[in-house]
């Protein structure tokens, strides 16, 4: 069953202190797997897509990496402004319209 | 670019009653998602419409009915609301497989719906 799986659920930092987040995934023949952020009352914001196993992209203070069974979003000295929701969903390779989000990372950053 | 729009942005029904969430979008895509979120919950695809005319279930379409008016326009309707369906709804519509965001979706502001 594809299936894709965030953690933290939360996460608190202070400004200037680096993390990651996790998404770890099934899915039968991966097409595409995508970062969004989301801010509190609002829709979700593409932020990046990652097509193959050793892709990396790059906005600001995020970074975003693709293994064969996870990615990991990196926050390099984080800012107020960062703290939102980040979800993870995957493209399956079978149905380019089915797309399986993960249930989101919840961080802020304190001053 | 307004993107994507949602009408209405909060509604308030009671048990039985119905109503129909309205979705447009002005980025020229083929392929529109209703999605529902729920507190400790992923976003969860109700229905899609891959391309104007045609629509497909997702992975909790009960409840609920699709309209593709148009390329544009993509509408949510709940013919019979109950409190399960109390959630906030999006709407979002998907890059084509040749952009260079290929997959990537957009999404509109949200529902907010109380079924009481």
């Known amino acids: 069953e594809d299936q894709v799986t965030q953690s933290p659920e939360a996460l608190r930092l202070q400004e200037g202190e680096s993390s990651s987040l996790n998404c770890s995934y099934t899915v039968s023949g991966l097409r595409g797997l995508f970062w ?3 801010d509190p009352g609002k829709g979700p ?19 975003a990496t693709l293994t064969k069974k996870e990615s990991f979003l990196h926050i390099t000295a984080p800012k107020p402004e960062d703290s939102a929701t980040y979800l993870c969903a995957v493209q399956a390779g079978g149905n380019f319209n089915k797309f399986y989000f993960g249930s989101g990372t919840k961080l802020n950053v304190k001053p | 670019n307004a993107g994507v729009t949602q009408t209405p942005k909060f509604q308030v029904l009671k048990t039985g009653q119905s109503m129909t ?18 507190p400790g919950m992923g976003l ?15 992975e909790v379409p009960n409840g609920y ?15 019979s609301a109950a409190p399960s369906q109390t959630s906030v709804y999006f709407c979002a519509s998907r890059s084509g497989e040749r952009d260079s965001r290929r997959g990537a979706q957009y999404f509109g502001p949200g529902t907010r719906l109380l079924v009481l």
């Open chain 2, 65 to 79: 009915n699709v309209s593709r008016l148009n390329k544009r326009e993509f509408s949510l309707r709940l013919e």
């Open chain 2, 44 to 58: 969860r695809l109700i229905y899609y419409s891959a391309s104007e005319g045609t629509t497909d279930k997702g």
């Open chain 2, 21 to 38: 969430l309205q979705c447009a979008q002005d980025m020229n895509h083929n392929s529109m998602y209703w999605y529902r979120q729920d």
């Open chain 1, 45 to 63: 914001e593409f932020l990046f897509t990652l097509y193959s196993a050793g892709e990396e992209k790059e906005k600001e203070r995020l970074k």
């Open chain 1, 36 to 38: 969004y952020r989301q």
